[in-house]
């Protein structure tokens, strides 16, 4: 797993996550895991490869 930035909806934060790197049905690239102090799943949408 590899560490990204990203926004909490449910704490209203910025945070680090350790998530993976998925495709989504649009195409795009994303990573997706969870919120170490909420467990809140959190998305980040990467650019191009």
Do not use: H, W
Not at 28 to 41: E, L
Request: glycine content about 12%; some cysteine; proline content about 2%.
């Amino acid at each position: 797993m590899t560490s990204y930035d990203g926004y909490c909806v449910k704490c209203r934060e910025k945070k680090q996550f350790d998530g993976q790197e998925v495709e989504l049905a649009n195409g795009r690239r994303a990573a997706q895991g969870s919120c170490p102090a909420c467990g809140t799943k959190m998305n980040r949408i990467l650019g191009k490869k």
